[in-house]
């Protein structure tokens, strides 16, 4: 896992995670800032999982167990694809809470990935 990718897949979920919250407080309904706050974790994860099937490739394989790292970065993605799915369905601003739990969770879970790859 490339480390300065992984700092910024976290950078941009926390900050997701920012605005949905501040969303949700201001209690508004999501809208095209926190669900593309959503799509831009969800286009790192993909990207990430392509970073992944490639680094062994090139010398970069990772030095802890292998399933676990790619069960939290398919989780990660799930997650992400989920919540988008779920506040495009349920319109209030309990999605926005939803969204920015679910960044937080992104955010942990790219950390933990990046200790397991080493």
Not at 28 to 57: E, K, Y
Request: charged letters at 10%.
């Amino acid at each position: 896992m490339i480390t300065w990718y992984g700092v910024a897949v976290i950078v941009v979920a926390l900050s997701g995670a920012v605005l949905c919250l501040v969303e949700a407080l201001r209690k508004r309904s999501p809208n095209d800032f926190t669900m593309g706050a959503t799509l831009l974790v969800a286009l790192g994860l993909i990207a990430q999982i392509v970073v992944s099937i490639a680094a062994p490739f090139a010398g970069n394989a990772p030095v802890g167990d292998p399933v676990e790292f790619w069960m939290y970065l398919i989780v990660a993605l799930l997650l992400a694809l989920g919540a988008g799915f779920w506040a495009l369905v349920d319109r209030t601003r309990w999605a926005n809470l939803v969204l920015a739990v679910v960044h937080l969770s992104v955010a942990v879970m790219t950390y933990r990935m990046m200790v397991i790859w080493g």
